[in-house]
């Protein structure tokens, strides 16, 4: 036995002085939907206070497992991404000030894209923390690809999710994605599509709405080990692989966002009702085109948002007069209210 003991100490002390030989770099990209103790959507919203105080706090609880199981496996070139977006526009999601050393956050003076442009070719690899399952999958918990636009997102035809889009967009510097948190619908998807990669599966998804965390010493637990696993069998790690020329394929949720989306040049009707692609030899273009599908198709979805919310208001009749006033006054010309302006942002930390 003390033979086996002190074999097991060797194994995972050469491990350690390996990787840090090779100084190895390692990007944390986190969500938010695939958080441990995210249970409810709101968890994931900044618009809801108390709850996203709970989300977080275990936002940040999980990415530091990931440090730390990356530490002890001898990475000391951490870097973490913003990947959610909550609407927290004074600074990110995971409490910053709580993350563990030696871990630092990218903050750039410009927006930039979280999935092409948080890397470049000094990383050896990536860790998606709180992921969570793509469009169309109906058991997943607050299941989406991008936006909640979509309620089909595919390449060629494959059902992709975020963590999909984020290995396609590494694997054009070749840089691996090796291990991921989530649900256990997640995991499914990733099992098929990415079956090297280490997962820490830290709730049962009950369905979109509602989600079964996992004791946190147990979260804690198979975040580490997953993450030390993912570098001690790095050189196992495969560059995800697409072949194009591509197409990309979403389909929404009415025929109005559908209408919106097609008005993007180039684009055509897909292969189901309202659904909208575009094509390009490039994955990456393909990507981008596809985010100004969304774009355009969130003009349509706000405005019935807007329309419903002024149909349950009680003075939904004052604050339609109100719109009608409105636009008047726009076409004749007349001065305007002032909308109220928020101060730019100076600072991102990704998704936003």
Do not use: C
């Not at 692989?241 to 009707?269: K, N, Q, V």
Request: hydrophobic share 45%; proline share 5%.
């Amino acid at each position: 036995m003390r033979r086996l003991a002190f074999a097991a100490v060797l194994l995972f002390l050469s491990t350690a002085l390996v990787a840090q030989s090779r100084h190895l770099k390692v990007l944390v990209l986190y969500d938010m939907e695939g958080v441990s103790r995210a249970t409810d959507a709101r968890h994931t919203n900044f618009g809801y206070p108390a709850e996203y105080k709970v989300g977080r706090e275990a936002l940040t609880d999980d990415v530091n497992a990931a440090i730390a199981g990356l530490k002890s496996a001898g990475v000391a070139d951490i870097v973490v991404v913003d990947g959610h977006g909550s609407g927290n526009s004074a600074e990110p999601d995971v409490v910053e000030s709580r993350l563990l050393a030696p871990a630092k956050m990218i903050a750039r003076d410009a927006a930039f894209d979280i999935y092409m442009d948080s890397y470049d070719h000094s990383f050896d690899a990536i860790v998606a923390i709180a992921m969570h399952s793509g469009a169309g999958n109906l058991g997943g918990f607050l299941s989406h690809t991008y936006s909640g636009a979509g309620r089909d997102y595919r390449v060629n035809g494959v059902p992709f999710n975020e963590t999909m889009i984020l290995a396609a967009g590494a694997a054009r510097l070749q840089i691996p994605v090796i291990m991921v948190s989530g649900d256990d619908q997640l995991e499914k998807e990733l099992r098929r599509q990415m079956p090297w990669v280490q997962y820490a599966a830290v709730k049962h998804a009950v369905d979109r709405t509602k989600a079964e965390p996992l004791p946190p010493d147990e979260v804690k637990r198979r975040i580490e080990t997953a993450a030390r696993a993912a570098i001690e069998g790095l050189e196992a790690a495969r560059v995800f692989e697409t072949t194009g020329p591509y197409r990309f394929a979403i389909t929404f949720g009415t025929e109005a966002m559908a209408a919106h989306a097609e008005l993007l040049a180039g684009s055509e009707p897909g292969p189901v009702t309202n659904s909208v692609q575009v094509r390009a030899d490039d994955f990456e273009e393909g990507y981008r085109l596809s985010l100004r599908l969304y774009s355009l198709a969130g003009f349509a979805s706000r405005l019935a948002a807007l329309n419903g919310a002024v149909a349950g208001a009680p003075n939904a009749a004052e604050l339609r007069q109100r719109m009608l006033d409105y636009n008047t006054d726009r076409f004749l010309y007349r001065p305007l209210p002032a909308a109220p302006t928020a101060p730019a942002p100076t600072r991102f930390w990704g998704a936003r």
